[in-house]
């Protein structure tokens, strides 16, 4: 059981993840992480292993098949040795500090290499069609076996610029425990749902860790139907100022 400060991870089941992955789900600057972490927990068959519960997370409940459970948990894969945290509520930028050293120092405790986080870059201006290479990702490591890594992946490296929120308390803490740390700049296009982004965000991480999936396939048929109601919306709206003003 870790504590950091009213954050108390507890343990549900004990896995052997010492060389692995953590994968951090966590909903800084858009949900597009939490949806590629969420397509990846249920594409690798992973197990709930822990929950986080702290007096300053919003007290729900999340009912699944009739189960309740904790809104911020930890899930993995002892196989593949990943795991992934996942949170259903909004986090206060005030605790992105503490969130960022518990996840550390839960990584550090069960012997994790590597961290893999991501992070949103807006482009407000939309295109006429969505192109998938208009979703294009960068990334950022705090060590020179993190940025090889990316390299050997063919991912372009930040050359400069500015993270915040979780990630950044993740690259800037993580040097002290010895511990590798992937941050993914995900290019998103202002106005369409994050599912695109996500698929090409979880297609990346699993390109980074061997074994981890995702059924892109399925999030691509969910941002198609989301776009298709959006653009409906868009034409209703422009028609019913048309008549106003007509």
């Not at 060590?143 to 690259?171: D, F, W």
């Not at 399925?218 to 100022?241: G, M, R, S, V, Y």
């Amino acid at each position: 059981m870790s504590n950091s400060q009213n954050f108390e991870i507890k343990t549900l089941k004990k896995m052997n993840l010492k060389g692995g992955t953590v994968i951090d789900g966590f909903a800084t600057t858009g949900i597009t992480n939490t949806i590629a972490s969420e397509c990846i927990l249920h594409s690798i068959n992973t197990q709930l292993i822990a929950t986080i519960e702290s007096p300053y997370f919003s007290q729900l409940s999340i009912v699944r098949n009739s189960v309740p459970y904790f809104p911020v948990r930890v899930y993995a894969n002892e196989e593949l040795k990943t795991s992934i945290f996942i949170s259903e509520v909004s986090i206060e930028p005030s605790l992105f500090f503490l969130i960022g050293n518990t996840m550390l120092n839960w990584a550090k405790d069960n012997e994790c290499d590597l961290i893999i986080s991501s992070s949103n870059i807006v482009n407000p201006q939309q295109p006429k069609s969505v192109d998938s290479k208009e979703y294009s990702i960068m990334g950022i490591g705090n060590t020179a076996e993190a940025r090889n890594r990316l390299k050997e992946s063919k991912i372009s490296l930040l050359k400069n610029g500015t993270i915040g929120g979780i990630p950044a308390v993740l690259l800037n803490q993580s040097p002290q425990l010895d511990i590798n740390v992937i941050v993914l700049l995900v290019k998103i296009i202002e106005g369409i749902p994050d599912f695109r982004a996500a698929a090409e965000l979880s297609t990346t991480i699993s390109n980074l860790v061997p074994g981890v999936s995702c059924n892109v396939p399925l999030l691509l048929q969910e941002a198609e139907k989301i776009e298709k109601e959006l653009t409906k919306i868009k034409t209703q709206d422009t028609e019913t100022e048309v008549n106003a003003y007509g």
